[in-house]
């Protein structure tokens, strides 16, 4: 069993799932049994996590859970980023990303035994623009303008379909140019997880680092899901040092819907239309303005910037486990 000096917990009580307060008890006492010290936090509306995060690092705590939501996990998980503090997950949210992508147990116990474990693992992190962390997956497009719109639906206000059914249908695709830090064609993925590859794009001069090409919107993948468990970068790694940018073009309102409707729940649905992309970093430059958001959360329009800070964050999880698929697609990979 792993022994830490110092632990704070993050626990939020509202969270999807949520737990009786008797299993909040089990799994505390459970987590008492790795430290001489836990500090609990139960956190409530407007709580800085991320900040309080940060702090723990100088006071001397050597480990970080959060028990909550996809928010709370983001959150805890930002103010931790670029230290050698580990986060420790037990997943009660609704949809929880992070720990599908990371295969943690939902079931708080077992959550508990990996954390005893001390199995630590460094997975990657996303940021926009140098200065907002994403964890899942960023967007751009019309994901962004609906992402605010579908967390209402999720909170109980339904007034917010009609809103989001009236923007899908009125939404237009648009130019976009993607600048990558690597030629079009290394970025471009042949591979697509045991799949025929999506149509091949047109061979460009070798030195070519940019696109321009017309779509709905585009997917920037940390790990393959995000929101209601979308997977919306099929395939994409958390410690591989790349990001996954997953270009949603000449999809019609229909085809995007029944798209979006395939790939809900985690599960994955292969379409020729979507082309992927792995790179460092990535710069969108759309022909208009569009929003983007970073993991759900707005941070305003284009032109924007994405880039991948390798192993930058250490979390307590089982190791990747290499799939014939996924050894197949990292040797074409190119840096």
Known sequence: MARYSRVLVFYNRASGRGLSGEAWKETLQRLRGIS??????????????????????NSGVNLVIAAGGDGTVREAAAGLVGTSVPLGIIPIGTF?????????????????????????RAIDVGVADGRNFFFEAAGVGVDADLFPIGEQVKSGRFSGILRAIRLALMYKQTSITLRFDRPVDSAY??????????????????????????????????????????????????????LSIGVYRDFSKRELFWHFWSISGGRRQYNP????????MVEVTPKRLLSVHVDGKPIGTTPVRFEVRPGALQVLA??????????????LRED
Do not use: W
């Open 36 to 57: 001489e010290s836990l500090d609990e936090i139960a956190v409530e509306p407007g709580f800085d996590i991320a900040k309080r995060a940060a702090e723990s690092v």
């Open 189 to 242: 993925r042949e591979s697509f997880r045991g799949k025929s590859p999506p149509r091949r794009r047109k061979r460009f001069r070798k030195s070519q680092s940019f696109l321009t090409i017309r779509c709905s919107f585009i997917a920037i993948g940390n790990c393959p899901y995000y929101g209601s468990n979308f997977n919306v970068c099929p395939g994409a790694l958390l410690d591989d040092g790349l």
């Open 273 to 280: 239309k979507l082309e992927m992309f792995e790179a460092k």
């Open 318 to 331: 089982p190791a990747r486990k290499p799939t014939e698929s996924t050894a197949a697609d990292l040797n």
């Open 96 to 120: 929880n990303n992070l720990a599908l992508s990371l295969d943690l147990p939902h079931d708080p116990i077992l959550a508990c035994e990996l954390i005893e474990s001390g199995a630590t």
